[in-house]
């Protein structure tokens, strides 16, 4: 990752703990995020366990701008060790102009992952289209936030580096909104998948817009942050 970059990352997560009401809560989320265990990072830090998770839990007062720093440091360059692809993932999503409140999660495969795969894991029902098909990557998106505070150029940043991916949009109340955004972008997704909804309650025009545009779309009812953290624990 170029050194400016990297350093606007670095700023950015540094501001957000300082900043937060809770920097313990922002130091956790980050460490999750790089998916870097507690131990790993205290024994980069040379300091205890307990140091890290008294931070993370509030039971030590929260750490300065200095110390901040450092934590932030070492988690790039743990990810940086490991080929980067959390900082990759993170820039896409900050330097987009797209607020973290639209976009809950983001990631790229290294590999083909089967459609089906991805649909199992986070439950879902098949409302239309084919799952014999390959992905290589996934969105989570507030579907609220993202369709009222995106443009249309900022709609498309959703997409990441691939359009052969899974939208999942949340809390939808038809899944109309989230097809008529897509409906009305140049850029269409390999899968839909409409979080918070059974297939009855979908409006009928979702599968009529889905056929046209050749997107399969899923139903889920499990919750937002399970499907993040089941995605994120997936070895694919």
Known sequence: MKSGLRNQLAEKMAGEITLS??????????????EIAPGVLSDRLAVSPSVISDYESGR???????????????LLAID???GGKHIQKFSTMLFSNVEDDVIYDLHEYGNAVPLKD????????LLCGSDDQLIFGYTVVNSLNAIMQLSSDEFN??????TERALVFTNVSTGKSPMVAIRVTPFKPRCVVLQGIDA????????????RDRITVFCTSMDVDKIVSTLREKEW
């Open 60 to 74: 030590r007062k929260s750490p300065g701008t200095a110390v901040v720093g450092k934590i932030v440091d070492t």
């Open 21 to 34: 009401d809770s920097p313990g809560h922002a130091l956790k989320k980050w460490r999750m995020n790089f």
């Open 80 to 82: 940086e060790e490991t």
């Open 200 to 211: 009855p309650d979908v409006h009928p025009i979702v599968a009529k817009m889905a056929e």
């Open 157 to 162: 940043r959703i997409y990441g580096w691939s």
């Open 118 to 125: 991805f649909a199992d894991a986070i439950n879902c029902t």
